[in-house]
């Protein structure tokens, strides 16, 4: 199951989205503009000590290689359904109520995608150590996980749909 979580990169439709339009915004407006930076630098003459063409061409790997990133995170998606967010098990895209064993406190995470972590708005993905062990649990399952700190042991008390914001 590991090697198949490692190759796919779970998705919300809503992350994908984003990535789909940050990529086409890089390709068709932001290529064109380090290129005409690029030649821009060029017509001021000699390339070899000219900071403005180095600036541009460093500008232009970067934003190929992020690109590629892009690419290779929309070729790794895989977009999780509306049907696999029941709320039986915990999933992406939805929020889980965990209550900690050892100190009897409970947190609130709200599972995403790889792209869509913040882990200080109690955001966790998929790909964090909390996250790998949540994911398929079900409420009332415990579940021991490995952190830095040493070993954390939560129950499921809760899991739930995100709400979704109206715009």
Avoid: C
């Avoid at 579940?143 to 749909?161: S, T």
Wanted: charge should be negative.
């Amino acid at each position: 199951m590991d090697e198949f979580m490692n190759e796919k990169l779970l998705l919300t439709q809503e992350e994908y989205d984003k990535i789909v339009a940050e990529y086409d915004e890089l390709v068709s407006v932001k290529r064109a503009e380090v290129a005409e930076r690029i030649k821009e630098a060029i017509s001021y003459g000699d390339i070899s000590e000219n900071a403005e063409y180095d600036s541009a061409k460093n500008e232009q790997a970067e934003l190929e290689e992020h690109i590629h990133e892009l690419e290779e995170m929309l070729r790794k998606a895989k977009i999780i359904s509306e049907e696999e967010m029941k709320g039986d098990k915990v999933n992406i895209g939805l929020k889980v109520t965990v209550k900690d064993l050892d100190t009897g406190d409970k947190e609130v995470f709200s599972i995403v995608g790889a792209t869509g972590s913040d882990p200080f708005s109690g955001k966790i993905s998929t790909e964090s150590p909390v996250g790998k062990a949540l994911i398929g649990k079900k409420k009332g399952d415990t579940v021991a996980i490995e952190i830095p700190d040493g070993i954390i042991n939560y129950k499921i008390m809760k899991i739930e749909k995100e709400q979704k914001k109206e715009s």
